[in-house]
C-alpha cells in the first residue's frame, strides 16, 4: 500500500470519533472503584472511633495529604497524555503532599507529644499499610493505565508512574479512614513508602504499555 | 513556515470538525515534511534512506489514531512533531540504533524540500496480509481500489456502518502490529 493509498484510508475513517482521554480515565477508574472499595470493606473497614477521631486535625490532615497527591496526579497524567506536553511547570503540584506533610510533622513536633517518636512512627499498623496500600491500588493502576492507553503520552514510564501515584494517592485515601496511626511522621514514612512501590511498578508496567 | 503550520491548525480544526476533505488535504500536506524529516533521521542513524516511507505510514497512522489529543486551541504543528520525532525514534530503536532526533528536524524542513516517496512500503503491506480477511478487503477496497464506503458496502454486501467499524478495526490493528513487530 503506498502512502497516498493510506491517507486515503485515513481520510475515510475521519467519521471515527474517539472519547477524550479524560473520559476514559474517568470511566476506567470509575469501573476500578469498586474493586479496590471491595477489598477496603472485606478487610479493613472504617476504624470504630471514626467520629471522634475527625476531631483530631492529625487524622482529618492524612487526607487532604493523600488527596493532594491523587488529585495533581490525575491532571499531570491527564496532561501528559498529549504527545508534546512537558512535566516542566508542573512537576510543582507533587510538591503539595510533600509541604502538607511538612507542616504536619513540624506542628506534631510543637505539641506536647502523647507518645514517644519511635513509637509514633513505626504506628501500629506500619505492615498494614505497606500491604494495604498497594493491593487496593492495585484495581485502581490498572483501571488508571487502560484509561491513559488511549493518550500518547511521550514519555510512557513517566506517564505509567504518573497513574501509580495517582492509584496510590485514592488507595490511601481509603485506607486513611481505617488506620488509627494518624501521627504525620507514620505517614511520611510508610505511605511514601507504598506509593513509591506503587509507582514503581507503575513506571515499569507503563513504559510497556503506553506506547502508542 | 509560520503560514504553513496556521494552514495546517485550519485545516485540523475542520478537520477535527467533520470535514473529510480538508482531513486529507491536510495528511497529504504533511506528508513531505514527514518524509524529509524521517530520511535526515535514517541518514543521522547511519541506514539506507529507503525505509523513510514505512516510518512515514507509521507516523501517519499514528497521527490519525490519536488525533483526539490534539487540544483544538493549540497549533497543530508541534503536536505533529512530537509523535513523529517519536515514531522516529521507535522506528530507529528497532533498526537497533539509539539515536537522539531533534524537534528542529521537522521544523526545519524548507518549503522547496519535497523528496518523492520512495518504493519500499513493505512493513504496511506485510502487516496488512496479517489482518482478519473482511479488514483487508476493506482496507484494500477503500485504500488501493480507491472505492467509497458506499460501494465498498455493495460490494461485500455490508452496511456502511460495518464498513466503517471494519475500516476502524483494521487500521488500529495494523497500527498495534507495527508497533509490536
Redesign the interface.
Given at each position: 500500500?503506498?502512502?497516498?493509498?493510506?491517507?486515503?484510508?485515513?481520510?475515510?475513517?475521519?467519521?471515527?470519533?474517539?472519547?477524550?482521554?479524560g473520559a476514559m480515565l474517568t470511566m476506567a477508574l470509575l469501573v476500578a472503584a469498586p474493586l479496590s472499595i471491595l477489598i477496603f470493606v472485606t478487610f479493613l473497614g472504617v476504624r470504630p472511633d471514626v467520629m471522634s477521631a475527625m476531631h483530631n486535625p492529625f487524622f482529618d490532615m492524612k487526607f487532604a495529604v493523600t488527596l493532594s497527591l491523587a488529585i495533581p496526579a490525575i491532571i499531570i497524567s491527564l496532561h501528559l497524555?498529549?504527545?508534546?506536553a512537558l512535566m516542566r511547570g508542573w512537576g510543582w503540584l507533587l510538591l503539595l503532599p510533600v509541604g502538607l506533610l511538612a507542616v504536619a510533622i513540624g506542628s506534631e513536633a510543637m505539641m506536647a507529644p502523647a507518645m514517644p517518636m519511635t513509637m509514633r512512627l513505626v504506628g501500629k499498623n506500619s505492615r498494614w499499610c505497606m500491604l494495604a496500600i498497594p493491593a487496593m491500588s492495585l484495581p485502581l493502576l490498572a483501571g488508571a493505565l487502560f484509561g491513559l492507553r488511549?493518550?500518547?503520552p511521550?514519555r510512557p514510564a513517566l506517564a505509567g508512574a504518573l497513574a501509580g501515584l495517582l492509584s496510590a494517592g485514592l488507595a490511601a485515601t481509603l485506607y486513611a479512614s481505617h488506620c488509627t496511626d494518624d501521627s504525620p511522621l507514620f505517614v511520611a514514612t510508610w505511605y511514601t513508602l507504598a506509593t513509591a512501590l506503587v509507582t514503581a511498578i507503575g513506571a515499569v508496567v507503563g513504559s510497556k504499555v503506553l506506547?502508542? | 513556515m509560520r503560514g504553513r503550520e496556521d494552514e495546517w491548525t485550519g485545516l485540523m480544526r475542520s478537520a477535527m470538525a467533520g470535514d473529510d476533505a480538508a482531513y486529507h488535504r491536510l495528511l497529504r500536506a504533511v506528508t513531505p515534511v514527514l518524509r524529509a524529516a524521517a530520511r535526515r533521521g535514517l541518514a543521522r542513524a547511519g541506514q539506507p534512506p529507503d525505509q523513510a516511507e514505512d516510518i512515514v505510514q507509521e507516523i501517519l497512522l499514528a497521527v490519525h489514531l490519536k488525533r483526539h489529543t490534539w487540544d483544538s486551541e493549540a497549533p497543530f504543528a508541534p503536536w505533529l512533531f512530537a509523535i513523529a520525532r517519536n515514531k522516529l525514534i521507535d522506528a530507529l530503536r528497532r533498526r537497533g540504533r539509539r539515536v537522539f532526533v531533534n524537534i528542529e528536524d521537522f521544523a526545519e524542513t524548507l518549503p522547496g524540500e519535497t523528496p518523492q516517496e520512495t518504493a519500499s512500503t513493505g512493513e504496511v503491506t506485510a502487516q496488512l496480509n496479517t489482518l482478519p480477511q473482511r479488514q483487508r478487503d476493506v482496507l484494500q477496497s477503500i485504500a488501493v481500489d480507491s472505492a467509497s464506503i458506499k460501494d465498498t458496502a455493495t460490494k461485500f454486501s455490508m452496511s456502511e456502518g460495518a464498513v466503517r467499524v471494519a475500516l476502524h478495526r483494521g487500521l488500529a490493528a495494523l497500527t498495534a502490529k507495527l508497533r509490536d513487530h
Open positions: 500500500m503506498d502512502t497516498d493509498q493510506l491517507i486515503r484510508s485515513l481520510a475515510a475513517d475521519n467519521t471515527h470519533r474517539a472519547p477524550r482521554v497524555s498529549r504527545p508534546e488511549h493518550g500518547a511521550s506506547r502508542y | -
